[in-house]
């Protein structure tokens, strides 16, 4: 039984199948975990989104703001961009199924036993382990709920950016989306920069990588996540694991082996673009 997990897809669905072949991955016995993004950008969103789930409990992934945007088009809230290249995705017979399935999903994967965190972009330095486990189950509640179009209507916007245990209602719900599917840079505070998309190298200051800023996340669980392509998996400490390398914009389609603690890539079959 391996443990396979691998960045975001973004509609590579060419990419995604090659990558698992490639590694014999097979969901009777194997487990895959996706960073979220499996759409738009990509020229295969619905192949992705019907293959992913087909698999059931063989996979866990987390919902990235391309999801929600996702969903957000589907409510008619959010525009379909050209650039999006979704509209195979929102024509299809299926669609209502997909996205009832697609807004049940998490935000957060935690295995406590192999100490694995998944997410799409982030945690914020302001979390401990349980204060993200409730809010992002709180996202996930108002998301699988009928309610869910009010929660997306209101989902968009960069404040508030920093964490209180007093925040309430639709700007906590804000927040702590923000940190789970949006978030790359912080101020030394922990408070969120929704900004800046910059490598680390080119951040303005007193900016920070989430990452490289005290976590009060236990030092035995490795953290995964995607979002950021133009790090190229790079640039991360020991134990966090950035995985997004940028398919969708011509890179690679990367897959960590957890048991093994290898890398394996797949060539994207788009021309390189940048993000």
Known sequence: MSTYIVGDIHGCYRELRELLESVNFDPQQDTLWLTGDLVARGPDSLHVLRYVKSLGSAARLVLGNHD??????????????????????????????????????PL????????IVMTHAGITPQWDIETAKMCAREVEAVLSSDAYPLFIDSMYGDM????SDSLMGLGRLRFS????????????????????KESPAKAPPPLK????????F????????????????????????????????????????????????QKSHQKRRKE
């Not at 957060?108 to 100490?115: C, S």
Request: hydrophobic letters at 35%; proline letters at 6%.
């Open 68 to 105: 929600l945007h996702l969903i957000g088009i589907y409510c008619k809230i959010s525009r379909n961009k050209p650039k999006d290249n979704l509209d195979e995705l929102l024509n299809a017979p299926d669609i209502d199924e997909l996205i009832n399935w697609l807004r049940r999903q």
């Open 108 to 115: 957060l994967q935690i295995d406590e036993d192999k100490k």
């Open 160 to 163: 508030p950016n920093n964490w």
């Open 177 to 196: 989306t923000n940190a789970l599917t949006r978030l790359r840079y912080c101020f030394p505070n922990g408070q969120l920069d929704m900004i800046c």
């Open 209 to 216: 990588p989430w990452f490289a800023l005290p976590s009060k």
């Open 218 to 265: 236990p030092k035995d669980y490795a953290i995964f996540f995607g979002h950021w392509a133009s790090l190229e998996g790079k640039f991360t400490p020991e134990g966090v694991y950035a995985i997004d390398t940028g398919c969708c914009w011509g890179g690679d389609l990367t897959l960590f082996h957890w048991e093994t603690k290898t890398f394996h890539r």
